[in-house]
């Protein structure tokens, strides 16, 4: 078996599985929010200042990958703090993309939903992902999907026909809305009033996008440039569900690239319909403070 092989037989899920443990003690071990407020005092290549929590959470995460990487894999790993890391890969071998919370404003204010967030790919773009894992720590649902093989919640499958629900006018009855700056709010206002009839900021693009993949939510979209860490698992797990997914600012709407920079909002609905109409919700440029 080739390097490449070994690591696409690795076992990603028991991985994301021990790291989930991991962070559930580490989160446990500092449950008020004064505690979980500490900053490292630096930032993490995401850009984002680095809690204690997120800090220890992804050596959780890398304690899990160098073992991968011990019994053979060679990949190479993208983090929310810790950028671009080698673990021997090269051309062929798989890209790991982890967020360790995602959420992480809920998580420091002991807001329920806040997630671990693994994805790994054998190629460069969303549409490479074969692996997601999404684990919310507020309701303690795990969402796992393979490429190919479906989607699982808490490990029953994922039923992939559930439509869309809409009010007698023809709106979206709900969706999910991230980056909710009131400012993008406010200018995404209007579209919003013409497309759906309530709206949801859980506050972590991950599992907002679950919900959709679940069918809770008829659609979500970003109001503004949304980074791979926070995204690729995710994504999956609602295309795997029978749930559609574009990355607006690509021409191939599972272009979107495996890296660090937030190039691009992020839409998915239940129909390809609900998908369209939410395209059209207005978003902020990613470079916008």
Known sequence: MTAAETAR?????????????ALREILSAAPTTAERVR?????????????????????AVFVELDRLHSAG???????EERGE??????????????????????????????SISIAVADGETMADVF?????????????????????TLDGARLPTDP???????????????????????AEAADTLVEVTHRVRALGTIAVTLCQVAAARFDGMTTLKGCRAVDAAAAQLIVREAGGLVAFTGFSDPLGAP??????????????AQGLTELARVPRMPAARP
């Open 9 to 21: 037989e690795a076992d990603w899920l028991g991985a994301s599985r021990r790291a989930t443990d």
């Open 39 to 59: 900053e490292t005092g630096t930032r993490g290549e995401g850009g984002d200042a680095t809690l204690l929590i997120d800090a220890h959470a992804e050596d």
């Open 73 to 79: 894999a060679r990949f190479r790993a993208v983090s």
């Open 85 to 114: 890391v080698d673990f021997g890969g090269g051309p062929g071998d798989p890209v790991v993309v982890i967020d360790p919370i995602d959420g992480s404003l809920n998580a420091k204010r002991r807001v329920p939903h806040h």
């Open 131 to 151: 692996f997601g894992y999404v684990y919310d720590f507020g309701p303690g649902e795990e969402w796992i999907a393979w490429r190919g093989g479906g989607a």
């Open 163 to 185: 439509g869309e629900r809409r009010m007698r006018d023809g709106r979206l009855e709900l969706i999910g809305l991230e980056s909710a700056d009131p400012r993008w709010i």
């Open 258 to 271: 495996l890296d660090l920079e937030p190039h691009s909002a992020v839409v998915a609905a239940r129909t």
